[in-house]
């Protein structure tokens, strides 16, 4: 089996499955994808087991394979090591940081401003924080921020609408930069995790809503007052 199939295979599910274009608990048939890219089941199956070892996708006995989907609680704890992985990226990129990475990443957010597309927005925002983190120069480290910021971002879309907005982020990007460039280890890190913990916030405020829609499903119905 030629190796270079399933991995095409691969990187087309996990494209469509981040962008949302095959949203979570979407049943993924071998069948099906083995007639769309034109091969046998054999490489098919090889790429559904990369996905599933990436925890896109979730097996089921007898079922098949679906597209996984998240809690919040599973979507805040990814969070959690989100947080804790890209301060420690960051931490240890500071001290390498040359005006070439500072001035790369002015490019990206000066592109973020003149865009007026959402999903491009994701994009710009996973590439300038990757290039404040890559002179850390640890790829396994930078291998596990991207896997797990792109795969928060599609079930924070279950939970949080795309649409909320770009200005206070684009703001808190360009003072973390600031802070970069200017060398202030303790300032930048600060506001990195402050700028991550408004995720966490949103999260918490849907939390609160789902509470209260969940209480009030549960009410009694107010029975008719009874006549004697």
């Known amino acids: 089996m ?10 087309s599910l996990k494209d469509d499955i981040l962008k949302g274009v095959l949203p979570p608990g979407l049943q993924i048939r071998q069948e099906a994808l083995a007639e ?7 490489p098919v ?4 087991r990369q996905l599933e070892s990436e925890g ?4 089921e006995l007898h079922k098949g394979a679906f597209v996984s989907n998240r809690s919040l609680d599973e979507v ?3 969070l959690d090591i989100r947080i804790a992985l890209e301060l420690r990226a960051l931490k240890l990129a500071l001290p390498h940081m040359t005006p070439d990475v500072v001035a790369a990443a002015k490019n990206i957010l000066r592109t973020y401003d003149r865009s007026g597309d959402p999903l491009e927005w994701r994009d710009l925002n996973v ?4 290039t404040l983190y890559k002179p850390c120069n640890r790829q396994r480290l930078l291998k596990m921020i991207e896997d797990v910021v792109l795969v928060n971002y599609r079930f924070l879309r279950t939970y949080i609408s795309i649409t909320v907005g770009r200005d206070e982020p684009q703001d808190e990007h360009h003072k973390i930069l600031d802070a970069c460039a200017a060398h202030n280890s303790e300032l930048a890190l600060q506001l990195l995790e402050t700028h991550m913990e408004h995720t966490r916030g949103a999260l918490q405020k849907k939390r609160a809503s789902q509470t209260a829609s969940d209480l009030s499903a549960r009410k009694p119905a107010t029975l008719p007052p009874t006549h004697r």
């Open 76 to 78: 805040e704890e990814m």
């Open 36 to 42: 769309q890219f034109g091969v046998s089941r054999v």
């Open 2 to 11: 030629p190796e270079a199939v399933s991995q095409r295979i691969f990187r």
């Open 56 to 59: 896109l996708l979730t097996s």
């Open 45 to 48: 199956r090889e790429a559904l």
């Open 127 to 130: 590439a300038f924080h990757m």
